[in-house]
C-alpha cells in the first residue's frame, strides 16, 4: 500500500512537499516514481529513484524538484520549490521492481498511491 501525502495550495513560487509512504512491500528493493496529471489531460512522469539513489527528473521539473528517500522509514518524497501554474495536478507516487529499466512508463509500476493534489495560483 502506497499512501501519499503533503498537497495542498500554494502561490506561484512557493514550495511543498510531497510524501508517501510504503508498506507491507519490500520499499529497499523498490524504484519509486512519481507522476502527475493536469486537468484533463494524460498522466505523465515526474521523477524516478533508484533503491542506490540515483535520480531521474522531467525536463519541466528539473532544478526545481528534488527526489529522495528514507529505506529506513519507506517513504519517498518529493520536495518542489518555485512552483508555477503548470504544475497544478493530482500527483501520484508509484513503485517498481528496482530490476526495470524504464521509469518514465506508467505501465512498468506495478503499485500506485491515491494521489494528493497540488494546486498553485498565480
Known amino acids: 500500500q502506497l499512501q501519499a501525502s503533503g498537497g495542498g495550495l500554494v502561490q506561484a513560487g512557493g514550495s511543498l512537499r510531497l510524501s508517501c509512504v510504503v508498506s507491507?512491500?519490500?520499499?529497499?528493493?523498490?524504484?519509486m516514481g512519481w507522476f502527475r496529471q493536469a486537468p484533463g489531460k494524460e498522466r505523465v512522469f515526474v521523477s524516478a529513484?533508484?533503491?542506490?539513489?540515483?535520480?531521474f527528473y522531467a525536463d519541466s521539473v528539473r532544478g526545481r524538484f528534488t527526489i529522495s528517500r528514507d529505506n529506513i522509514k519507506s517513504t519517498v518524497y518529493l520536495q518542489m520549490n518555485n512552483l508555477k501554474p503548470d504544475d497544478t495536478a493530482v500527483y501520484y507516487c508509484?513503485?517498481?521492481?528496482?530490476?526495470?529499466?524504464?521509469?518514465?512508463?506508467?505501465?512498468?509500476?506495478?503499485?500506485w498511491g491515491q494521489g494528493t493534489l497540488v494546486t498553485v495560483s498565480s
Open positions: 529513484i533508484k533503491s542506490g539513489g540515483n535520480q
Open positions: 508509484a513503485a517498481q521492481p528496482d530490476s526495470g529499466s524504464f521509469f518514465w512508463r506508467e505501465n512498468e509500476y506495478e503499485y
Open positions: 507491507g512491500r519490500i520499499f529497499s528493493e523498490k524504484t
